[in-house]
């Protein structure tokens, strides 16, 4: 990181703007959360790329369920899996585990604010850019999911990035202070990784 995006970042003030919610009406909300209520959301789990396409086919296939089941690529890998009825739902949960091409496929049950995010972490002092200190910071933003340690590990850490579940009904924090252990503080920047799709 060059000089320039260090002095941004510890320039940054946060505007009073960002603490003001945004309210969302609550038209068709009932029918929407029971809508998403009979959910899962998947992720296969690898690194490799999957053909989304022949996989949702596969599933559909092997589920049985036709058009009575709906596919969404939501971002990030995930999938969201909407059932027309609990018990399509419960059949498949309990039917698991599944794959598609000796891939498997990881199943959580839908909850209301559950979305999942990458954020990179800028301008951590060097020492600060761990595993633990991706940890705190996680559970500053919301529920931790997984600290990504391959960049720190191959030596090209520019920013940690954490994927961490934050509320959908709080807005998302742009940047703030870092304390260290010993009570240094640092300014860093929070940014989202696939906001959009």
């Not at 945004?22 to 209520?37: A, C, M, Q």
Request: glycine share 8%.
């Amino acid at each position: 990181m060059d000089a320039d995006v260090l002095e941004r970042i510890q320039q940054l003030q946060l505007t009073t703007e960002e603490d003001e919610a945004i309210t969302i009406r609550p038209v068709r909300r009932k029918e929407i959360l029971e809508e998403y209520s009979l959910s899962l959301i998947g992720k296969f789990l690898t690194t490799r790329s999957i053909n989304m396409r022949a996989a949702k086919n596969l599933l559909r296939s092997m589920w049985k369920m036709g058009d009575d089941l709906k596919v969404v690529e939501v971002g990030d890998g995930l999938l969201q899996f909407k059932f027309s009825l609990e018990s399509q739902l419960i059949w498949v949960w309990n039917n698991g585990p599944w794959c598609f091409d000796n891939q498997i496929l990881a199943l959580q049950r839908w909850e209301k604010g559950m979305p999942a995010r990458t954020v990179q972490v800028w301008g951590l002092p060097f020492d600060l850019n761990t595993k633990e200190a991706g940890q705190d910071i996680g559970q500053g933003l919301g529920r931790v999911i997984e600290v990504d340690c391959k960049a720190i590990k191959a030596d090209q850490a520019r920013f940690l990035r954490i994927r961490v579940e934050v509320a959908l009904d709080r807005p998302l924090r742009r940047g703030g202070p870092i304390v260290s252990p010993e009570g240094d503080e640092a300014k860093v920047v929070f940014r989202y990784e696939r906001l959009v799709g």
